[in-house]
């Protein structure tokens, strides 16, 4: 689920770009603590198979699918936090050097065109 330029001129006019920053913080690590408790299923899953006598297939069921729920986690965990980090690299004004103060003017297909609340001098966020 990526966003396009119009998804983050969205969410960074309807938040701001503190809380959006904020939220996709929070999001990613929360689906880091989700890959960790996939990791405990995994590993639980593992030692059942080892203590059961019969119903293998269950077994290896419990793992594949702590296997993929871990796998897609930390995915994206990785995409949130990337792209948390891309978007806040270019939040601070290339006219006055404030950070984070923005006002959003434009949706762009390559992402969204904002100005600075302290001296109004506008640049483009890539996503």
Same mark, same amino acid.
């Given at each position: ?94 006219? #006055? ?6 006002? #959003? ?13 302290? #001296? ?8």
């Amino acid at each position: 689920m990526t966003r396009s330029g119009s998804a983050l001129f969205d969410a960074l006019q309807r938040l701001g770009f503190k809380r959006w920053y904020e939220r996709q913080l929070l999001a990613g690590h929360a689906h880091l603590v989700l890959a960790l408790l996939s990791l405990l299923a995994l590993l639980g899953s593992f030692e059942a198979m080892g203590l059961a006598q019969g119903g293998r297939a269950w077994n290896w069921a419990g793992v594949l699918a702590s296997a993929s729920v871990g796998f897609w986690a930390l995915r994206r965990y990785g995409v949130l936090l990337s792209q948390a980090e891309s978007v806040s690299l270019q939040a601070t004004c290339p006219h #006055c050097g404030t950070y984070g103060r923005l006002q #959003c003017l434009c949706a762009r297909p390559d992402g969204a065109e904002v100005s600075c609340r302290a #001296c109004s001098g506008a640049w483009v966020i890539q996503d």
